[in-house]
């Protein structure tokens, strides 16, 4: 009786099937968590770069008298926040002017405000929210009233 070693029993076969479908699946599933990965960092890092911006929007809508609003900065994300006062100030007689970047002379009330902010990112693959709060502190031009 004559033996031939030509090819690979079916047991030899199926071994290496098995241990080449396991790496495959196994290099999918880390292909898959990476891809998560990158864009769960990608919304941290564009939710990072839109917080400047969206505070000095706030800050306009603010001096310009809205106490909550909502609105939308670039493609992915959108932002709800509302305002309250902690504390209002004595009127003094000076201020710094933001805009003219010097000293303004007149009389201003002061207010110090904490805003509530919810910044909310939805791309298709990936939803994300995030919760702020901060002080901002505010001043306008107003009457002079004397307070003791």
Not at 30 to 54: D, F, L, T
Not at 59 to 72: A, F, M, P, Q, T
Request: glycine fraction near 6%.
């Amino acid at each position: 009786m004559k033996f031939y070693d030509d090819g690979f029993t079916l047991i030899e076969v199926l071994i290496a099937s098995l241990i080449i479908f396991s790496a495959i699946s196994i290099g999918s599933l880390i292909y898959q968590s990476s891809v998560r990965a990158v864009i769960k960092i990608n919304s941290h890092i564009s939710i990072a770069e839109a917080i400047p911006s969206i505070v000095d929007l706030i800050k306009e809508d603010i001096v310009s008298g809205k106490d909550k609003g909502e609105g939308r900065f670039h493609t992915y994300i959108s932002y709800l926040y509302t305002s309250k006062d902690i504390k209002k100030g004595k009127n003094i007689l000076s201020g710094f002017d933001e805009i003219s970047n010097s000293i303004s002379y007149g009389r201003f009330n002061i207010t110090l405000k904490e805003i509530k902010l919810k910044i909310i990112y939805n791309d298709k693959a990936f939803k994300r929210e995030e919760y702020y709060t901060y002080k901002e502190l505010l001043w306008k031009q107003g009457e002079f009233s004397f307070e003791f």
